[in-house]
Structures are given as C-alpha cells and as structure tokens.
C-alpha cells in the first residue's frame, strides 16, 4: 500500500522547507557582531572546562564577556537610532 502523503510532500515544500527571507538574512548580518562575540566567549568558557581557569585565562574570559556587552549594546543603539528616524 502506498501512502499519498509520502508523494506530495515531495510536490508540495511546507513553509520550514524554504530557505530565510532576505529580511531575515539582513536581521543576521546586523546581529552578527553579537554572534562572533558570543563564539569567542564561548570558546574562552570551554577552554577552561577540564581544568581551573588561571589569571590569563580569566581575563580572557571577562574581556570576552565584556565584548558580548558592548557588542550588544551597540546593536540596540543601532537598532534604537532606526526607530527613532536618527541614522
């Protein structure tokens, strides 16, 4: 017995199947900042998983930290100055 179901959902692509709009890929490209910034501090905290962080490696960890936050708040600036019809 054959099912329709396997054969039309060949034909017909459901909405997740689509690739991102390019709103959505201008929505990345402006967060992306935030995005390196969040990897590197990432990397940092694994880095340290298996052993006891030393001084290097906290700094290393709070200047990564410190990074997310301004690269945070820069986006939200960014993204306040467009609402407010300031570029």
Do not use: W
């Not at 054959?2 to 909405?15: F, G, L």
């Not at 997740?16 to 501090?41: H, N, T």
């Not at 030393?54 to 960014?78: C, M, P, Q, T």
């Amino acid at each position: 017995m054959k099912y329709i179901v396997a054969v039309q959902a060949v034909v017909t692509a459901s909405e997740f199947d689509r690739g991102p709009s390019a709103a959505e890929l201008d929505a990345i490209e402006r967060e992306m900042p935030v995005i390196r910034a969040e990897v590197e501090l990432l990397d940092a905290r694994i880095a340290v998983l298996d052993r006891v962080p030393s001084a290097l490696d906290e700094r290393r960890i709070r200047r990564a930290r410190n990074r997310v936050l301004a690269a945070r708040r820069a986006v939200a600036n960014r993204a306040g100055a467009g609402s407010c019809g300031v570029a």
